[in-house]
Each structure stands twice: as structure tokens, then as C-alpha cells.
């Protein structure tokens, strides 16, 4: 019941300050339980932004960090969010992302790891990878970039064509070189969609 007020409140607050663009609608699965969302991170934004899209049950990793203000904590947990440590091999938010899957949510996730501070695609990191080779998920590769300051500012969100489950299931997770490959595979999808991203500000 909360969360579907919670998220029906920041749906109301994101169509008020944004407008939204969507491109690659009909590369959105119509059943999106157990899908992994790999998009570029440019804004704390995008994590709910994904989601009130989508219109789904999501999960997401958050640094842990934020969780240790524990009203905020308990909130964005409430909407899906667990924490992550960064910088090192958090084993454990591996198994809670695939845990979310198998729940049937929809899973976001940021392959380069942190916020993009110029809006330019860093390299990934194999988190991403080693969650759909273990978890035997589709990925949805995603783009997105806000336009300039404004009141309604433009917000603008790219779906890619799926990546298949069947490109995982036979990969090895001990083999680091497949799994850094389907990083940076998803990666350069990514980089596809934002190659071919509209100026959102004319």
C-alpha cells in the first residue's frame, strides 16, 4: 500500500518538474518482472525517473551512505532501494539484486558505478554483468540526459533493444574476460542510444 502511494507521489512530482521525453518505447517488454535496466548515471534523479516510466516494481542499489540517515534510508528502502558499498566486492547486494529479480522486479542498475558528472559514459564495472550471467536475465540497455535548467525542465530517457538471457546462460562466471565482455557489450549499447539522443533543448 505505501509503496504504491510513495511511488504515485514522486509519479505526480516528476511530471510537474520534468517533461518527459521517451524514445524506444516498443523496446520495453510488456512483462517486465525479472528484467535487469543497465542505463547510464547522470542524476540521483534517475533511479525513480526509470521507474515511474516503466511503471514496475523495482529494485535498485543506492551507496550506503544515504542510508545512514534513517528516515531517508527507510524511505528510498521503501521504494526498492538497498544499500551498496563502493569500491570494493559487495558480494552480498550481488545476491540481494538477483534475490529481486527472482521476486520478479524490475532491477536498475548503473554499470559505471557512480553519477557521470559531464554527462559523458564512463567505463563499466562488472557488477552489472556478473548479476545477468548469475541471474540468467534479459538486459534493457537505457539512456538518459536532462536538458537545461527550467521550470519543466526536460528530462529524456532511450530504451535499447533487449539483450536476450540466452547471451548468458552459457558463460562461466569465473571466466573474467566473457564477464568483462558483456560489460562492456551492454556498455557500448548504451553508448549506441546516446550516440543517436535528440538536442532536448531547441
Do not use: C
Not at 509503496?3 to 523496446?27: C, E, M, P, W
Not at 528502502?77 to 539484486?97: E, S
Not at 527550467?150 to 558463460?171: D, H, L, N, Q, T
Amino acid at each position: 500500500m505505501f509503496y504504491r502511494f510513495a511511488t504515485f507521489l514522486v509519479s505526480v512530482f516528476f511530471h510537474i518538474k520534468f517533461k518527459i521525453i521517451i524514445d524506444g518505447k516498443q523496446n520495453i517488454p510488456e512483462n517486465k518482472s525479472g528484467i535487469i535496466i543497465a542505463s547510464n548515471h547522470v542524476s540521483n534523479n534517475d533511479p525513480p525517473f526509470i521507474g515511474i516510466v516503466l511503471k514496475s516494481k523495482f529494485a535498485f542499489m543506492a551507496k550506503e551512505e544515504l542510508f545512514k540517515n534513517r528516515l531517508f534510508g527507510w524511505l528510498i528502502g521503501k521504494l526498492g532501494a538497498f544499500p551498496v558499498k563502493r569500491g570494493a566486492k559487495d558480494f552480498a547486494a550481488v545476491d540481494k539484486a538477483i534475490a529481486s529479480l527472482d521476486e520478479g522486479r524490475t532491477f536498475i542498475i548503473f554499470p559505471e558505478g557512480t553519477r557521470s558528472k559531464t554527462g559523458e559514459l564512463g567505463r563499466p564495472k562488472s557488477g552489472v554483468s556478473i548479476i545477468a550471467v548469475r541471474a540468467k536475465a534479459p538486459v534493457v540497455p537505457v539512456f538518459i540526459k536532462y536538458g537545461r535548467k527550467r521550470f519543466r525542465r526536460r528530462a529524456y530517457i532511450s530504451f535499447g533493444e533487449i539483450i536476450p538471457k540466452e547471451e548468458f546462460e552459457s558463460v562461466e562466471i569465473t571466466d573474467k574476460h566473457a564477464v568483462h565482455a558483456i560489460s562492456a557489450r551492454i556498455m557500448g549499447e548504451i553508448a549506441k542510444l546516446k550516440e543517436t539522443a535528440p538536442d532536448i533543448d531547441k
